[in-house]
C-alpha cells in the first residue's frame, strides 16, 4: 500500500482556520512574531517520548499581512479499506462547541521563542479540531487547561489526565499531535479498562501520523517514514529492526496496523474509529486485538 501526503480539502480548511484566515474567528489571537526570532521552529527536534525521533519537517507559520489563501477545495472523497465482521453502522461524532479549549494565554505561556510558540499553536489548534471530530459526546474528551514548556532536563513531556500537555523544548510538532488524542482516547470507549486500553498509545500515533500527513507541508519526518515502512512489514521484521523493541510492541508497530488499515489519512482513521466503536457496542466485548490480529502490552495510564 502506498501513503500519499494529503493535502485534503479537509487538511486546508483546518490549517486555514488555524492561521485565522477569514471566515475562520480566532478564539485569542497571539501577538505578532518578533524579528529576532526566525519564522518557524528554532533549535533541534527530538522526542518527547521514547517512540520519538528527530525529525525536521518545517512548521508552517502564517506571515504578518500575508495574503489570504484561496478557498479551499471541496474534499477528497475517501474509500476506506475493507473492514471485516462489521455490519452495523458506523456511530458519529458529537463535536466541541468549545474550540480552542486552551486560551493562547495558557499556551506555552514561558517560552522565550515566540516564534516556535505561535507555529505550535497555529498546528495546535488545527490538529485539536480535527481531534474533537472523534468523540461520541462531550462527556468523552478531557478538556485542555494549559500547554506548557517544560525547561531542559529530566521531565518527560507528556499529557496528563488534569488537562496539561507537557513539551520539552527540543520537541517536535509530532510529538503535541500524539499528546492531544489523549484527551480523546482517555474517555473513549476503547478506554474501559479492559484489553482494548493496551492500544492508547497506538491510536495516539495513528491521529500523529494522519494530523503530519496533513497539516505539515514539505516532505515527511523521519518518524512517518517509519511508520509508513512498518505497514509494509510482518511483526517479526518489525521487532527484528532498532534497539528498542518495548516502544515498537507499544506504540510503532500497532500503530502502523492501524494506519494500513485507515490509509493513513485523518478521514479514513475518523471513519475506522467510529467502525470500531460499533462493532465494540455490537459484540459487547474488548475488539482491537481480535480485530488487528495484535496484542500490545497492557497501557497502564
Known amino acids: 500500500m502506498t501513503f500519499l501526503r494529503s493535502r485534503s480539502g479537509l487538511a486546508a480548511a483546518?490549517?486555514?482556520?488555524?492561521?485565522?484566515?477569514?471566515?475562520?474567528?480566532?478564539?485569542e489571537t497571539p501577538?505578532?512574531?518578533?524579528?529576532?526570532?526566525p519564522a518557524g521552529l528554532a533549535g533541534p527536534t527530538g522526542p518527547a517520548e521514547p517512540e520519538e525521533v528527530a525529525d525536521?519537517?518545517?512548521?508552517?507559520?502564517?506571515?504578518?499581512?500575508?495574503p489570504a489563501l484561496a478557498p479551499a477545495p471541496a474534499p477528497v472523497a475517501y474509500v476506506a479499506a475493507p473492514v471485516a465482521a462489521m455490519p452495523v453502522a458506523p456511530v458519529a461524532a458529537t463535536p466541541d462547541p468549545t474550540w480552542p479549549s486552551v486560551p493562547y494565554s495558557d499556551?506555552?505561556?514561558?517560552?522565550?521563542?515566540?516564534?516556535?510558540?505561535?507555529?505550535?499553536?497555529?498546528?495546535?489548534?488545527?490538529?485539536?479540531?480535527?481531534?474533537?471530530?472523534?468523540?461520541t459526546s462531550p462527556a468523552r474528551w478531557v478538556p485542555l487547561r494549559r500547554v506548557i514548556d517544560l525547561p531542559p532536563g529530566g521531565a518527560t513531556g507528556?499529557?496528563?489526565?488534569?488537562?496539561?500537555?507537557?513539551?520539552?523544548?527540543?520537541?517536535?510538532?509530532?510529538?503535541?499531535?500524539?499528546?492531544?488524542?489523549h484527551t480523546v482516547v482517555h474517555l473513549s470507549e476503547f478506554h474501559t479498562g479492559g484489553r482494548d486500553g493496551a492500544w492508547t498509545?497506538?491510536?495516539?500515533?495513528?491521529?500523529?501520523?494522519?494530523?503530519e500527513q496533513e497539516l505539515l507541508p514539505g516532505p515527511p519526518s523521519k518518524w512517518e517514514e517509519r511508520i509508513t515502512r512498518y505497514t509494509t512489514m510482518t511483526e517479526q521484521e518489525v521487532m527484528g529492526t532498532g534497539k528498542s523493541s518495548s516502544v515498537k510492541q507499544k506504540y510503532h508497530y500497532p500503530a502502523s496496523l492501524i494506519v494500513k488499515r485507515s490509509g493513513g489519512t485523518m478521514a479514513g482513521f475518523r471513519s475506522l474509529w467510529f467502525q470500531l466503536i460499533a462493532l465494540k457496542q455490537q459484540r459487547g466485548t474488548e475488539v482491537l486485538d481480535d480485530f488487528f490480529g495484535y496484542r500490545p502490552p497492557q497501557h497502564t495510564r
Open 14 to 27: 483546518a490549517l486555514a482556520a488555524a492561521l485565522n484566515l477569514p471566515g475562520c474567528a480566532p478564539a
Open 31 to 37: 501577538p505578532a512574531a518578533t524579528a529576532a526570532g
Open 56 to 66: 525536521t519537517a518545517p512548521v508552517p507559520t502564517q506571515p504578518t499581512g500575508a
Open 107 to 135: 499556551f506555552m505561556a514561558a517560552t522565550q521563542d515566540q516564534a516556535r510558540r505561535q507555529a505550535f499553536w497555529s498546528l495546535f489548534r488545527a490538529a485539536e479540531r480535527e481531534a474533537h471530530q472523534f468523540p
Open 158 to 181: 507528556e499529557w496528563t489526565t488534569s488537562g496539561t500537555i507537557e513539551l520539552k523544548p527540543d520537541h517536535n510538532v509530532g510529538t503535541m499531535f500524539h499528546e492531544i488524542f
Open 201 to 211: 498509545e497506538a491510536l495516539c500515533d495513528a491521529f500523529r501520523y494522519a494530523a
